[in-house]
């Protein structure tokens, strides 16, 4: 049972599809460019690994950003505002990504908890470019089965 509030959007998180470049060796994925309306400012950029079926939630960073794309399998990431003055405060939306059909960019303002499940049924990949430098004293975590959050993951 899943007891998501579906919405269409939350305030500041956009999703964006990116390009993927057909070559004869293989294929050119486009994350983030620095003339993009998406781009900030770069922090930092690294890969997470997700085993199949796993889920990674919650988390949420105070002042950095996300920019997260899966080059590699597909999740299915999860979005939830608790932000008092947000117009789309207690709203939770719902985006699969992956490649080749869902390869798109999301982009996560500060404040917002997120988390994801691999749903491929293999390990997948994801690439996260935050537009600051990772400092542990600045984001928070709470457990996949936090009831703070309405949200349930499938098993």
């Not at 008092?84 to 990504?97: F, R």
């Amino acid at each position: 049972m899943n007891l998501m509030i579906k919405s269409l959007e939350i305030e500041g998180v956009f999703a964006k599809p990116l390009k993927q470049i057909e070559t004869n060796c293989g294929t050119v994925l486009q994350m983030l460019r620095n003339d993009s309306s998406s781009f900030n400012q770069f922090g930092e950029i690294y890969f997470s690994e997700i085993h199949p079926r796993m889920i990674n939630a919650w988390k949420r960073h105070k002042q950095q950003a996300q920019n997260l794309t899966v080059p590699l399998g597909n999740i299915r990431l999860v979005i939830y505002d608790d932000r008092p003055t947000s117009s789309s405060c207690g709203k939770t939306i719902e985006y699969e990504i992956g490649r080749p059909e869902n390869y798109k960019l999301i982009h996560i303002p500060p404040m917002l908890w997120y988390g994801f499940q691999e749903i491929s049924g293999k390990v997948s990949i994801i690439a996260n470019c935050p537009d600051k430098p990772h400092d542990p004293e600045e984001g928070e975590s709470k457990p996949a089965d936090s009831n703070q959050i309405p949200y349930q993951w499938e098993a």
